[in-house]
């Protein structure tokens, strides 16, 4: 089945040692994005990709930054993290075409613990 | 500016009775509108959608939701319940000149609590 794959679903990582997170997807999708979801609240944009390009959220700060080396591979690098960064990361895709509204789908998420 | 609003942050409903989950919207011209679902550690879940058309809009799992444009809501329903519903669910807009990355408003989410 075609779907939305993140890895590790859980991780464990010091105070301000660099942290990679990893998705990858099987719909061919052109737009990838991270979002932030903290203890039940709404998941909150990071950046996303559109093809290559890269658009931040003005809000993300600068310690978050992501790669998409091809179509199918986005990650989400955290280079020091801090005990507020602990959160629930998510990925999701989506076909970005002018004019219509496709609906995200979401991987299961990784569960960042900062120690 | 543009938002989405989930008045309650809880609902709770008895097994085999109906539920309802509201959102409204304030958007200029015409929305996308969505829902999802959250489960306990999990993604979220496409539910359903509004682009046009039908107001009444049928989606996964027995869910629809209704499209009032003069109330600017998008109300969550189900006739009946089921214990298995209970999650977290999101309303989310995408403004119709948002371009072509569907970037989504989200609600704050209200849980939904079904008891048997």
């Known amino acids: 089945d075609a779907m939305v794959i993140q890895n590790p679903r859980y991780q464990v990582t010091q105070f301000g040692k660099p942290v990679t997170l990893s998705c990858s997807q099987t719909l061919n999708h052109n737009v990838m994005y991270w979002y932030q979801q903290k203890s039940s609240q709404a998941p909150k944009l990071l950046f996303h990709y559109y093809d290559k390009d890269f658009n931040n959220e003005a809000d993300t700060p600068d310690n978050f930054q992501s790669r998409r080396p091809n179509t199918s591979f986005c990650f989400l690098d955290i280079r020091s993290p801090g005990l507020g960064d602990a959160a629930m990361y998510l990925c999701a895709t989506t076909k970005g075409t002018s004019g219509s509204a496709h609906e995200q789908y979401f991987g299961p998420g990784t569960r960042l613990t900062v120690t | 500016a543009q938002s989405v609003a989930q008045p309650e942050d809880q609902v709770n409903v008895a097994e085999g009775n109906p539920l309802t989950v509201k959102c409204t919207y304030s958007v200029s011209g015409n929305p996308y509108l969505f829902w999802y679902v959250q489960y306990p550690n999990r993604g979220l879940q496409f539910l359903l959608k509004?682009?046009?058309?039908?107001?009444l809009v049928k989606g996964s799992y027995g869910f629809e939701a209704e499209f009032n444009k003069s109330q600017t809501s998008f109300h969550l329903k189900k006739p009946s319940a089921l214990v298995s519903d209970s999650a977290l669910y999101f309303c989310?807009?995408?403004?119709?000149?948002?371009?072509?990355?569907?970037?989504?408003?989200f609600g704050t989410g209200t849980l939904l609590a079904v008891q048997p």
């Open positions: 509004y682009i046009t058309g039908d107001n």
């Open positions: 989310a807009v995408r403004p119709p000149y948002g371009g072509a990355t569907n970037k989504l408003i």
